[in-house]
């Protein structure tokens, strides 16, 4: 395992904090002091970073100890040396001085607007090294310890922090307001809020929830409360280990880099993801907001009351979140078919990632702050949950929970390992489930399984599934396989493996069910079985989608052509499911992404725009373009996704209509929340000068963020360069939040008609593009976006000398963003005479 700079002979016990708040001219003083137990060393080393440390002394054996500081900004560290070697409890105090940065990260302003002037509240994000940037302290996980807080505060402003308010007192014109002791935990989950924060709050058995906002928003937070109150029950009862601290807030942030944040007991949101307007949310966020709500909390148990030992295992807080929060909603919203969403989006990300060399495994070596901030992708979140879905489809539901139950209750108040994890399900199942896991966990990359039948048996064989490269990797693969007359359940551990067949099977379906983390590859005689299924939609929908995402995939990694995957798509045409269909409007679009600039393309678009515009405009003429009252959420989503698909494919009906429903909505009539977006994005693509100021108008005046998010995609699809460069400055602007800009920005990337004048722009604006370094996460986005438009071997090559001369502290990110752009330019050479033909 890979360990961070700090030695273990220094462990904290507790930090005693008081943090004097400036928001006026944003910054703030502290004085920390922490209790240690120190073995036998006269050097201590913490963690800092753009901190102004004004004063360090150790009061040991009743003694005052001044230490020589050293800085190393490089390693965001500070060594403190001691003349006498140190022994047993001492306690090291610390004053230092910071600023409420707007980097998003460590302590930093959040600016709101009330009654037309600007205010400012005061919050944190220490996840994942950054509480080094707000004091002095041992920034790993696994120096757990308990804090109490002060914080002094403006009278007329309010404080949160993990735990309730102990005490409240004034003090000439400031309030000092202190919280009880926390329990012994990271230091990446203490949280700090200053503010005019409102409140709706109810008590739930022992634990008072609040959800907090800024003023005027409060009557947006009854969906959160109640989502919260029935998950923290569920949660409860699934693990069987109760919530435990007295109190939770779930805080909506106007300026967050990330979806949300776990702090223990209280949870940081983006505004979007936890406030609900039933007039301005769509279906599409309110079932995020669920998702995103459940997330969090089950972090309260894995990552906060269990966390893991040391960054290379993340995916033990952030994929075990993210499988339980489908668990969660799916016990909510059965209705929801929440595994469906489940595959589409978390499983067919991870495979997007996963499939190309300079991948990692889920278990992943990490040595620096960089690092660690890179490896916050599909692969931690959503690949890591597929594993644990596989896991407990192969251990049974009610095993896998004994398992988590045991964990959680052995490893409380501590830190864990994968290892620990396994053990405990193994305990459960008594199974050997490491030796199972333990490739898939720390093994980069998944296998594609090859099927046939020859001479009465079943032969199945297994590769690596990557773009372009040939490894002996081998995977234990759990295989479940449908054919017209059994279930077979087999455990595919080597290369190649022969099954004998009493009864040759008319056909077979790979990964039934969808619940493993491979793809699959048939013959051409039973793909043609398949069709006839899939035609007549006698396979589930989940296999449906499997079929032909993995064809598709195969396609786009050099396996097949793509007129394989066009021509066994055609037996989608009466198609009504919203995950196939979601998944073959994103392939098209796809494909336009890639081809659409090549010389050929003017010549097929017409026979191509239309290959699957008459499933989505007949479920557009099925369902009408107003919701009904008390329609299923599928029919919602399916709805949006057949207006979308139809503005793509520029049906005139279609075109007319979005743009009579736009004039509308400017004159003030209602446009739904669920279609405003198709609308708003069809507008921009087939519009000009008056639709962008007309969507710039609707951005100023909208109080929505579901709605500003929205007009921010739009911003990016107009078709004109000159219009799009001006939404490349706006992103720029002081009119948009720096965590809007990395919205707009992949939007324009997104959209191939940019592709002559962004790299040009980037080159231009670097150097405030630069800045945004300083933010983590939203940079990563943002390189991976810039390096993502590009699908040509000179634009590839381009880039390439750009960032050697502009070298960025992301050297994963980088090598992966390349290696995806070689795979879109192998995609074209090898398919461009192909599509040409197939449509000609």
Request: charged residues 30%.
């Amino acid at each position: 395992m890979t360990k961070g700079i700090i030695p273990t002979n220094v462990i904290p016990i507790n930090y005693n904090l008081s943090f004097d708040v400036d928001l006026k001219n944003f910054r703030y003083s502290g004085k920390e002091t922490i209790d240690l137990e120190i073995k036998d060393s006269n050097e201590i080393i913490l963690n800092a970073v753009d901190l102004e440390i004004k004063h360090v002394s150790l009061d040991y054996k009743k003694a005052t100890l001044k230490p020589k500081i050293k800085i190393y900004p490089e390693k965001e560290a500070v060594t403190l040396k001691f003349s006498e070697k140190i022994r047993g409890s001492a306690i090291l105090v610390i004053e230092f001085n910071g600023k409420l940065n707007d980097n998003l990260l460590g302590f930093y302003r959040s600016k709101y607007i009330q009654n037309k002037s600007e205010k400012y509240l005061a919050t944190t994000q220490f996840e994942a090294p950054y509480a080094r940037r707000a004091f002095p302290c041992f920034d790993e996980p696994q120096y757990k310890a308990t804090f109490d807080v002060t914080l002094l505060i403006d009278k007329n402003l309010r404080a949160i922090s993990n735990m309730p308010i102990k005490e409240d007192t004034k003090q000439g014109g400031k309030r000092i307001v202190k919280f009880y002791r926390s329990p012994k935990m990271s230091t990446y989950l203490l949280y700090l809020g200053v503010g005019e924060f409102d409140f709706l709050e109810e008590k739930t058995g022992k634990t008072l929830i609040r959800v907090a906002t800024v003023p005027g928003k409060k009557q947006q937070c009854k969906f959160a409360l109640d989502l919260t109150k029935k998950f923290l029950k569920y949660f409860e009862e699934y693990s069987n280990v109760p919530y435990p601290l007295p109190k939770l807030d779930m805080i909506a942030l106007p300026d967050f880099a990330a979806g949300a944040m776990e702090n223990w007991g209280a949870i940081t949101f983006r505004e979007i993801y936890l406030l609900f307007d039933p007039k301005t949310t769509s279906t599409a966020v309110k079932k995020r907001i669920a998702m995103i709500i459940a997330h969090e909390l089950w972090h309260q148990w894995s990552g906060n009351l269990v966390t893991m030992r040391w960054w290379n295992d993340l995916w033990l807080n952030e994929s075990f979140a993210t499988f339980m929060a489908y668990k969660a909603v799916d016990h909510l919203f059965p209705e929801w078919k929440m595994w469906e969403d489940f595959i589409g989006e978390e499983t067919e990300s991870a495979f997007t990632d996963d499939s190309i060399r300079s991948t990692h495994p889920i278990e992943v070596d990490v040595k620096n702050p960089n690092e660690i901030e890179e490896i916050f992708d599909a692969i931690s979140y959503s690949k890591g949950g597929s594993i644990l879905r596989m896991i407990e489809g192969y251990l049974g539901e009610e095993i896998f929970r004994r398992g988590v139950s045991d964990y959680l209750s052995k490893y409380k108040y501590g830190n864990a390992t994968s290892a620990d994890l396994w053990n405990s399900l193994a305990k459960a199942s008594k199974k050997p489930v490491n030796k199972i896991t333990e490739k898939w966990i720390r093994q980069a990359g998944y296998p594609l399984v090859e099927s046939s039948l020859e001479d009465g048996n079943f032969v199945l064989r297994q590769k690596r599934f990557v773009f372009n490269h040939r490894d002996s990797t081998l995977w234990p693969i759990p295989l479940v396989i449908k054919t017209d007359n059994q279930v077979l359940v087999e455990m595919l551990d080597n290369q190649k493996k022969a099954i004998p067949l009493e009864n040759i099977p008319e056909w077979f379906k790979i990964n039934y069910g969808q619940t493993g983390f491979y793809r699959a590859s048939y013959p051409n005689g039973s793909l043609s079985k398949l069709k006839f299924l899939i035609s007549s939609q006698d396979l589930d929908a989940l296999d449906r989608w499997g079929i032909q995402n993995d064809l598709f995939e195969l396609s786009r990694n050099g396996e097949i052509t793509i007129d394989r995957y066009l021509d066994f798509s055609r037996s989608y045409f009466n198609e009504d499911n919203y995950l196939v269909l979601s998944d073959i409007y994103q392939n098209m679009r796809a494909i336009y992404f890639v081809f659409s600039q090549e010389p050929f393309w003017s010549s097929i678009w017409l026979k191509f725009r239309n290959y699957h515009a008459e499933t989505f405009k007949g479920i557009l003429d099925r369902l009408g373009w107003d919701p009904r009252k008390d329609e299923s959420q599928k029919d919602s989503l399916l709805r949006e996704l057949a207006i979308r698909y139809c503005g793509f494919a520029e049906d005139p009906e279609v075109l007319n209509k979005a743009n009579e429903k736009f004039e509308g909505y400017l004159k003030k009539q209602e446009l739904h929340p669920d279609i405003r977006s198709p609308v708003f994005s069809i507008m921009a693509a087939n519009g000009g000068e008056n639709v962008y100021n007309n969507l710039l108008e609707l951005y100023s005046k909208t109080q929505s963020p579901d709605e500003r998010r929205m007009l921010l995609i739009a911003l990016g699809q107009f078709k004109d360069v000159k219009l799009l460069t001006r939404v490349l400055d706006f992103s720029l602007s002081k009119k948009v939040r720096m965590q809007d800009s990395i919205i707009i920005i992949p939007s324009v990337a997104s959209n191939p008609n940019s592709r002559s004048i962004l790299l040009p722009w980037v080159k231009k604006n670097w150097k405030r593009l630069e800045e945004y370094q300083k933010s983590g996460k939203l940079f990563i986005r943002l390189i991976e976006a810039i390096i993502g438009s590009c699908i040509s071997r000179d634009e590839k090559e381009e880039l390439k000398k750009f960032f050697s001369k502009h070298p960025v502290k992301y050297k994963m990110t980088l090598d992966r963003a390349f290696e995806r752009v070689e795979r879109n330019i192998g995609w074209l050479e090898k398919n461009r005479e192909v599509l040409s033909g197939y449509f000609s």
